[in-house]
């Protein structure tokens, strides 16, 4: 296996975390479908239970435990694999996948935060996220406090002090850019204010980011202070809306507790999407660089409309703003999934999207097709009013998702749907 140091991130989605050798030269990993591994003796069992659960790292008999897999619950060949890509990709110790995005999101919710403790999260947020945060977590005593402008040291600040009032601050879970207004996070002026705190109750809060709109080519919330770089890879990673999958990159401790959990919960990554996975990540790069171009087109095409009053389009922010500064030193690319809000409500937006063919209705993002949808009745509709207004969703909203179509298409069609606004 090559060491990925020295390699570009497109060099890394390329094979990484799979050698030929262990499968018969071929050039590319098979699918390992099967539930349940054979030991060669008893007492290579008892050496991979006492490796697995204990850290053993040598035999009864002597000399090293071998690498193997007791059960794909608790781990399988094309998820070694996959958990490798991506803590390459992450600059990160180790990785670990789920069956969801929002297995991955819960997982570390439910692992970091304990009964009496409070969490900071960046608003607004993906209503899975959302809703996770604000009825689950609290049902096991955790207190939830919210900051809207995450830009703003004074916004974090007095958000983290609400949430010291409730109990230990333990996490800071935060989605940048965000879902679905691509408003951003400054990592590591969070991370400053965690250290404050960490000083003050004893503990530093942890901080897991959702980088699922960027993805690790645009943007690497570990190397701003982030602990955990959280990902749905159903989106760009898998970038052909056929599969559902997460994964967690971070320390190798602190991997090592979600997967301890992941195991009780069942919410790993199984073979067969692991395997689609490897395939997808390969062509992350290209297709990256071809849906930001998109977007641009579009993005700029949608500003300059005179029934568009606002495109939420990251390479648009003001310059001179903490916004921009933060997207500035933060991003490598301004991804290609933004919101843009018409002139007049539901029924402009509605009559909007009723006009298209070529772009598709559908919730989802990243993948090669052009998604859009309308927030506040699909993606948001489970999100209070009040809380989605607030957090810049507005009746009027729509989220676009660029994909690899050519873009005097997509232009034409969105012009012939604001014919109709």
């Known amino acids: 296996m090559t060491n990925h140091g020295d390699l570009h991130p497109d060099s890394i989605a390329v094979g990484h975390g799979y050698d030929p050798a262990d499968a018969w030269g071929a050039a590319k990993p098979p699918i390992v479908l099967t539930s349940t591994y054979v030991y060669r003796s008893a007492q290579a069992a008892k050496d991979f239970h006492r490796a697995f659960f204990d850290g053993a790292v040598e035999g009864e008999q002597g000399g090293a435990i071998p690498d193997g897999f007791i059960y794909s619950r608790l781990g399988h060949p094309n998820l070694t694999m996959v958990e490798a890509r991506m803590a390459a990709l992450d600059r990160a110790q180790d990785s670990a996948g789920f069956n969801s995005g929002m297995a991955?999101?819960?997982?570390?919710?439910?692992?970091?935060?304990?009964?009496?403790?409070?969490?900071?999260?960046?608003?607004?947020?993906?209503?899975?996220?959302?809703?996770?945060?604000n009825t689950v977590l609290p049902n096991f005593g955790v207190q939830i406090e919210g900051v809207i402008d995450a830009c703003n040291e004074g916004a974090i600040r007095t958000a983290a002090e609400a949430a010291l009032a409730k109990g230990p601050l333990r996490l800071f879970m935060l989605e940048s850019p965000a879902n679905?207004?691509?408003?951003?996070?400054?990592?590591?002026?969070?991370?400053?204010?965690?250290?404050?705190?960490?000083?003050?109750?004893?503990?530093?809060?942890?901080?897991?980011?959702?980088?699922?709109?960027?993805?690790?080519?645009?943007?690497?919330?570990?190397?701003?202070?982030?602990?955990?770089?959280?990902?749905?890879?159903?989106?760009?990673?898998?970038?052909?809306?056929?599969?559902?999958?997460?994964?967690?990159?971070?320390?190798?401790?602190?991997?090592?507790?979600?997967?301890?959990?992941?195991?009780?919960?069942?919410?790993?990554?199984?073979?067969?999407?692991?395997?689609?996975?490897?395939?997808?990540?390969?062509?992350?790069?290209?297709?990256t660089q071809r849906a930001c171009s998109n977007a641009l087109a579009v993005a700029s095409f949608l500003r300059d409309h005179p029934k568009v009053s606002k495109v939420t389009f990251l390479g648009f922010l003001a310059a001179g703003s903490a916004a921009r500064a933060v997207y500035d030193r933060q991003c490598a690319g301004a991804g290609s999934t933004f919101s843009f809000t018409v002139k007049g409500g539901e029924a402009e937006a509605f009559r909007l999207l009723d006009q298209l063919k070529l772009l598709k209705l559908a919730v989802s993002l990243g993948g090669s097709e052009t998604l859009i949808c309308h927030s506040a009745t699909t993606t948001h509709y489970n999100i209070p009013r009040e809380r989605r207004e607030a957090s810049g969703i507005t009746d009027g909203s729509m989220r676009l998702s660029v994909g690899l179509e050519h873009p005097d298409d997509l232009i034409a069609e969105l012009s012939r749907g604001l014919d109709a606004v």
């Open 104 to 133: 991955a999101i819960s997982t570390v919710g439910w692992a970091l935060a304990r009964p009496g403790d409070s969490v900071v999260y960046s608003r607004p947020i993906y209503s899975g996220s959302d809703n996770f945060v």
């Open 180 to 287: 679905p207004t691509a408003a951003i996070v400054d990592i590591a002026l969070v991370r400053r204010i965690a250290d404050e705190i960490g000083v003050r109750q004893g503990h530093r809060p942890l901080i897991s980011v959702d980088n699922t709109f960027l993805g690790p080519l645009l943007q690497n919330p570990l190397e701003h202070g982030a602990d955990l770089t959280i990902t749905s890879l159903t989106k760009y990673c898998g970038g052909h809306s056929d599969l559902l999958a997460g994964s967690v990159s971070g320390a190798a401790d602190l991997i090592g507790k979600l997967k301890s959990l992941r195991m009780i919960l069942g919410n790993h990554m199984e073979p067969f999407t692991a395997w689609l996975m490897l395939r997808s990540i390969e062509s992350l790069a290209v297709r």
